[in-house]
């Protein structure tokens, strides 16, 4: 039988958990990395003949499957990794609520486009709020709950357990203090370091170490080993590179492509900015926003002579650094 095939990003993001239940269970697969800063997927992905096109994926003979809860239900029913008994399903179903609340709770403080809008008093103000508000309470919750718990079942392991260790290792990665406040988060956390499949994958240099994409503040491919720091950030170096080639972004393939990827993270603000507002720019993009996505180099090429100038724009930059927004 031809192995399972899945699609994902090049980096660690949603697809982790999923890598690590394959490798635990020792399954083979083909794995297809899309880099971000091309248009390789938005060319493949109507393609495909899914019902709901989208990273990740998974293909296994005639099952076809998007969205990462679904393919890691999909995977916990074949490999004997899900709940046994009506009790321990909803248990996994809130697990699966809560995970990922915490999943998308990071990604809007991580990801500057989505932290303007949740965290606006700045970057030091928003780690309190973030740490404070949103993200310890929950840990708070999860440590009362891995009292004597060797995994989140008790003494049986479900795929829940691999996304869990994976939002715990991001977490302890940007902020190395964090998990020491938690016991048994932390026991539970330095004991699946250890289990097959996770200590397959971290030990090895054949997946992607960046937790995030280039546009994430924290644990894109710059620096995603290092703890957070807003002094430090990852997206700064992948916007002076923009800003580097803006003069020749319309012959060098790679700064389109560069372009491409950073496109929807302009898009928030554009239509806020005055000067992009009233100018070509805005206009254009207004005209192709409902199939912007599946034509990127096009709209790549109308545009960058106006994008250019605008982020060669010290003010502007300054104003965009100051929202949050870029």
């Known amino acids: 039988m031809a192995p399972m095939i899945f699609g ?8 982790q958990p999923i890598r690590y239940v394959l490798e635990h269970v020792g399954e083979q697969y083909e794995f297809k ?7 390789t997927w938005f060319e493949q992905k109507a393609s495909l003949g899914m019902d709901f096109p989208n990273l990740p994926y998974l293909i296994d003979g005639d099952v076809q499957l998007t969205q990462s809860n679904a393919i890691l239900h999909y995977l916990g029913k074949k490999y004997g990794l899900v709940a046994k008994n009506e009790k321990d399903q909803r248990i996994q179903d809130m697990f699966d609520g809560m995970l990922w609340d915490i999943t998308y709770g990071a990604a809007m403080f991580f990801y500057p486009h989505m932290r303007g809008r949740m965290y606006p008093d700045g970057l ?4 309190s709020t973030y740490l404070n508000a949103k993200i310890k309470p929950k840990l708070e919750e999860l440590d009362r709950w891995m009292a004597n718990k060797r995994y989140i079942f008790g003494d049986t392991m479900h795929y829940n357990d691999f996304v869990l260790f994976e939002r715990l290792d991001a977490h302890h990665t940007a902020f190395p203090d964090l998990l020491a406040q938690y016991p048994n988060l932390q026991r539970f956390y330095h004991d699946m370091l250890n289990e097959k499949g996770v200590e397959t994958v971290l030990g090895s240099d054949k997946w992607s170490k960046a937790f995030n994409g280039p546009q994430a503040d924290w644990g894109g491919p710059e620096g995603f080993h290092q703890p957070w720091d807003p002094k430090t950030r990852s997206s700064v170096g992948f916007r002076k590179r923009l800003v580097d080639r803006g003069a020749c972004l319309l012959t060098v393939p790679e700064a389109l492509s560069c372009l491409s990827a950073i496109m929807w993270h302009c898009s928030r603000f554009i239509t806020l900015h005055p000067i992009c507002r009233g100018g070509v720019f805005y206009q254009q993009f207004r005209v192709r926003e409902s199939t912007w996505m599946n034509r990127q180099y096009d709209i790549a090429l109308s545009i960058a002579p106006v994008l250019c100038s605008v982020l060669k724009s010290p003010n502007l930059l300054r104003e965009i650094e100051s929202r949050n927004r870029f």
């Open 8 to 15: 994902y990003w090049d980096v660690r993001g949603i697809f």
């Open 33 to 39: 990395s899309y880099s971000v800063g091309t248009n």
């Open 124 to 127: 030091e103000e928003g780690k």
